[in-house]
């Protein structure tokens, strides 16, 4: 039997990075997660195991903030889902403890992406990419950004700068390099909990629930 096709799935402990990774271990795939903390590991995979087979399941030490650990994170991966970007409940007073994480964490995932002959890497970026900073405007295409300023807030800024980077670093990579970039802007993202804990993407439904 073929070995399964091999998935780095960056953040593994995040809210959208944990659905990710159950959709993908359904499918087959072997799922390599990333994490800052290793001894997180046991709990995410107790986690994931009510809801998937996780045999198919590994993790490597990595942080968006450090060169350290992502070539071996990525090392015979196909396909990179990019998830982890620092998402807090508040926004920090200094904007750049959200954005230096966000646009470094991805250009250290596709250099290392690109080292690794990967295939393609799909990216978590947000509709705060695209929207904010345009007064009336409510039509937007491919072509649209967010005007990044005080005023749009620290994680609004972080990931219209972190997209822009990207992109940016994937067209300067001589042909054939590049890994295939492929980016996703959700809004509102909505769902059930797999790890109890939780993470500021419900904010709002337990914020509605509380009244």
Same mark, same amino acid.
């Given at each position: 039997?073929?070995?399964?096709?091999?998935?780095?799935?960056?953040g593994?402990?995040? =809210?959208?990075?944990?659905?990710?990774?159950?959709?993908? &271990?359904?499918?087959?795939? @072997?799922?390599?997660?990333?994490?800052?903390?290793?001894?997180?590991? +046991?709990?995410?995979? @107790?986690?994931?195991?009510?809801?998937?087979?996780?045999?198919?399941?590994?993790?490597?030490?990595?942080?968006?903030?450090?060169?350290?650990?992502?070539?071996?994170?990525?090392?015979?991966?196909? =396909?990179?889902?990019?998830?982890? !970007?620092?998402f807090?409940? #508040?926004?920090?007073?200094?904007?750049?403890? #959200?954005i230096?994480?966000?646009?470094?964490?991805?250009?250290?995932?596709?250099?290392?992406?690109?080292?690794?002959?990967?295939q393609?890497?799909?990216?978590?970026s947000?509709?705060?990419?695209?929207?904010?900073?345009?007064?009336?405007?409510? !039509?937007?295409?491919?072509?649209?950004?967010?005007?990044?300023?005080?005023?749009i807030?620290? =994680?609004?800024?972080?990931?219209?700068?972190?997209?822009?980077?990207?992109?940016?670093?994937?067209?300067?990579?001589?042909?054939? +390099?590049?890994? +295939? &970039?492929?980016?996703?802007?959700?809004?509102?993202?909505?769902?059930? &909990?797999?790890?109890?804990?939780?993470?500021?993407?419900?904010? &709002?439904?337990?914020?509605?629930?509380?009244?």
């Amino acid at each position: 039997m073929a070995n399964p096709i091999q998935v780095a799935v960056t953040g593994a402990s995040g =809210y959208i990075a944990l659905h990710v990774i159950a959709a993908l &271990l359904d499918q087959g795939y @072997a799922v390599r997660g990333t994490l800052r903390d290793m001894a997180r590991g +046991e709990k995410i995979r @107790a986690a994931l195991a009510k809801h998937t087979e996780v045999t198919g399941l590994s993790f490597a030490e990595s942080d968006l903030m450090s060169d350290q650990g992502w070539d071996a994170a990525l090392a015979d991966c196909q =396909y990179v889902m990019h998830v982890a !970007s620092p998402f807090p409940v #508040l926004d920090p007073k200094n904007h750049d403890d #959200l954005i230096i994480p966000a646009r470094d964490g991805a250009l250290r995932v596709l250099a290392a992406a690109a080292r690794a002959d990967v295939q393609r890497v799909v990216m978590t970026s947000s509709a705060a990419a695209i929207g904010n900073g345009h007064g009336d405007k409510s !039509s937007f295409t491919e072509a649209d950004w967010s005007v990044v300023s005080e005023e749009i807030g620290a =994680y609004n800024s972080s990931k219209t700068i972190a997209e822009r980077a990207a992109w940016d670093f994937v067209a300067s990579l001589p042909e054939g +390099e590049a890994p +295939e &970039l492929v980016m996703i802007n959700p809004s509102l993202v909505l769902g059930p &909990l797999i790890d109890p804990d939780g993470s500021a993407s419900i904010e &709002l439904v337990r914020k509605l629930m509380a009244r």
